[in-house]
């Protein structure tokens, strides 16, 4: 038996944001180079100067405010990649908190991104875009705005 996800079945588009390290995967997303004509058009790119500056209650927040999914794309060549350890661990607390709320992990993604690695990011998006349109609509517990409204 074929199943179509919700996303499918709608025609629906799952909306994407990324939080986009402002020396790599940014540079893709910047109305003046030509690969973000190649974005899908509900993919939504915010930079950050480091990628460790992406708290927990921004993920949620995006979330809660109707993303679908979040990608997180540091860049190798600034501070994100010098603190990978903490970058990893806190990026591995935010996959297990989402988790504990029903979000499925495969609508957090952290990838590596260098600003010479366009079609790296292309695939990146791509790839998650048509991940989540094989996932179910997400849908958020009520507990999640509770809990995010304690913690800023």
């Not at 990026?91 to 993604?109: D, H, N, V, Y």
């Not at 952290?110 to 600003?115: D, R, T």
Request: charged residues 20%.
């Amino acid at each position: 038996m074929n199943r179509m996800s919700e996303h499918a079945k709608t025609n629906l588009q799952p909306r994407l944001v990324g939080f986009l390290c402002e020396k790599g995967a940014y540079t893709f997303y910047d109305v003046s180079n030509p690969a973000r004509r190649r974005l899908p058009a509900n993919f939504v790119g915010l930079p950050v100067a480091c990628i460790s500056q992406v708290q927990m209650s921004e993920v949620v927040k995006t979330f809660l405010s109707g993303a679908d999914g979040v990608l997180i794309a540091g860049c190798e060549a600034c501070q994100c990649h010098e603190n990978w350890p903490q970058i990893q661990a806190q990026f591995s607390e935010i996959g297990q908190t989402l988790a504990g709320f029903g979000i499925e992990a495969p609508r957090l993604r952290l990838e590596w991104i260098a600003a010479t690695e366009e079609e790296k990011f292309l695939q990146a998006v791509n790839a998650m875009m048509e991940k989540l349109r094989q996932l179910p609509r997400l849908r958020l517990p009520a507990e999640l705005r509770k809990n995010i409204a304690h913690c800023g």
